[in-house]
């Protein structure tokens, strides 16, 4: 296998504080974003199995023991969720902390 050939780039980037900060945020709120589609996936996904998404369709799970694994499932993601929430907060902190209104 021969060794990769990666051609020479050297983009030059100007950013100014001010647009570093914008970049920085719009970062944070394109996660949330995407926090809050999980969020709402996981709320469907529990309607799903109880029967309140689709009330015309039965619902799939029937027997308790796998709504609690179904259950167990939804709080371990969401538990995710949280800590990311989290990292999320400690970075916008930080990002406060270089540009203070």
């Keep these: 296998m021969s060794q990769a050939n990666i051609p020479n780039i050297t983009p030059i980037i100007s950013l100014t504080l001010g647009g570093t900060v914008n970049l920085l945020l719009a970062s944070i709120a394109l996660e949330e974003l995407a926090l809050a589609h999980i969020v709402n996936a996981e709320a ?7 029967g309140t998404l689709f009330p015309t369709v039965t619902p799939p799970v029937t027997s308790i023991s796998n709504l609690l694994l179904i259950n167990d499932s939804v709080r371990k993601t969401l538990q995710d969720v949280i800590k990311k929430e989290m990292l999320l907060q400690f970075k916008m902190e930080n990002i406060m902390e270089i540009f203070p209104t």
């Design 44 to 50: 469907e996904k529990i309607q799903y199995v109880v």
